[in-house]
């Protein structure tokens, strides 16, 4: 069964459905006492990294404070997963609990049957949780006033930077680039000074690399649309994408395979990284005794105060099931309560959606003090802008269409500013019109 075939089925039986978010909220059970099962969907699982093992981790916790609760979780890539849930839904295999990307946020909540918390939960008890989560992380999951997606795990862009290359490119590696002129410098030094790779941002990979391209265009003032209408390919949007295609040419952005970015960095090979504090451990291990590894805050077009979206998931619901939407729910909880993400930020290297527990000593206050490495990602929570999605059945030919471009006009050799326009022109006739 091809994609479209699949969209089609969707999208018939999400109409069909269409009332069970409202019958929801008077059906959830109030607490679960008989032993029930639900089936989780998560990439973390699929990984083998620490995010998988913390993930294993706080499961069996869970299952160890809920043990009429079982949890059947199935490790799908983040590349397949959202394929894979609708794929079941087509088959009948309603799922429980997904841990999916920000990037179909709205197609989940309009075709797909996501549950949205307000309709599933009784009010005074999802504000009692909820009201505990920092305002910034809980926007990240809400489409039309409602949270579709409970925020899970999430990071803004950190630049992690080789400060052995710095010096042996004669840069103060305490002073670390705070804008984008300063990173083409720094980058241009590295390369001819020590020849070795610059700067290189993970900015262009098909799924993982959105979030960081969306950070530097918004933090230039730019956006990827604007309603119904994409706008990636002018003004501001398209200014940032011509600056990098600018540090590409003369030498300060790097040419290196786009799959090969983190191993780049891992090697000491490349002077400076903008991603996801996620990889923040793994880089760790690689540079122990190897080179020293810093970190610091997104940098910013001049003067203009940077715009950090975020990277990472979201917590969906698909339950209709009165016991398995009790049980759905309490996972939720779970997840993001101040033991979890404990778990999550000291094992994984992501945000917490709770602030209130990096000075208590009982959770995250004393690893903060012993990682240093993690305040630059913490600064930035208060500038944290929503990583923009796109409306309508076709949401992701048109994000493919733009990164495409974005590549192009980045790497290739026409005029950026003419394969931006082509690419916007191509992306523009998949959206809604109305």
């Known amino acids: 069964m091809n994609r479209r075939s699949i969209l089609k089925q969707i999208t018939a039986l999400a109409a069909a459905t269409a009332f069970w978010p409202v019958a929801a909220h008077a059906e959830m059970a109030a607490s679960v006492d008989e032993p029930v099962t639900i089936t989780f969907y998560n990439y973390n699982l699929a990984a083998a990294n620490a995010g998988a093992d913390a993930t294993r981790e706080m499961i069996a916790e869970f299952e160890a404070q809920n043990p009429n609760i079982k949890v059947e979780a199935l490790p799908v890539v983040v590349s397949d997963i959202f394929t894979r849930i609708q794929a079941d839904i087509v088959a009948g295999q309603q799922p429980d609990v997904a841990q999916l990307p920000f990037r179909d946020l709205i197609y989940l909540a309009t075709d797909i049957g996501a549950n949205a918390l307000e309709d599933m939960v009784p009010e005074a008890e999802l504000k009692a949780h ?113 600056k990098l295609r600018q540090m590409v040419d003369n030498g300060a952005h790097a040419r290196i395979d786009l799959g090969s970015h983190a191993d780049t960095m891992a090697s000491g090979n490349l002077g400076m990284f903008l991603y996801t504090s996620a990889l923040m451990a793994s880089l760790q291990k690689s540079a122990k005794d190897k080179f020293d590894l810093r970190v610091a805050a997104m940098p910013g077009f001049g003067d203009k105060p940077t715009k950090p979206t975020n990277s990472g998931s979201a917590l969906f619901t698909f339950s209709k099931d009165p016991v398995k939407q009790r049980a759905a729910y309490e996972l939720l909880k779970f997840l993001t309560s101040k033991y979890a993400y404990t778990v999550i930020t000291s094992k994984i290297g992501y945000l917490p959606l709770r602030t209130d527990i990096l000075d208590d000593p009982q959770y995250l206050g004393e690893w903060v ?66």
């Open 130 to 242: 909820l009201s505990s989560l920092i305002p910034q992380g809980l926007e990240l999951g809400r489409y039309d006033g409602k949270t579709y997606g409970l925020a899970y795990t999430f990071s803004t862009p950190i630049l992690y930077y080789n400060a052995d290359l710095f010096r042996a490119a004669g840069l103060d590696p305490d002073k670390p680039p705070r804008t984008w002129d300063e990173v083409e410098a720094a980058g241009i030094a590295i390369s001819q000074k020590t020849g070795k790779h610059g700067f290189f941002p993970g900015a262009y990979g098909p799924v993982d690399g959105t979030f960081v391209y969306q950070a530097i265009i918004m933090s230039n003032g730019g956006n990827v649309r604007d309603g119904n209408r994409v706008t990636f390919g002018e003004g501001e949007a398209a200014e940032a994408v011509v």
């Open 369 to 434: 003090k012993q990682n240093p490495m993690i305040q630059p990602n913490l600064e930035q929570l208060d500038r944290l802008t929503a990583n923009v999605a796109f409306p309508g059945p076709d949401y992701r030919q048109v994000e493919r269409i733009m990164m495409d471009g974005v590549r192009e006009a980045i790497f290739g050799k026409d005029d950026p500013l003419e394969v931006l326009a082509i690419a916007q022109e191509q992306a523009q006739a998949l959206m809604p019109q109305d």
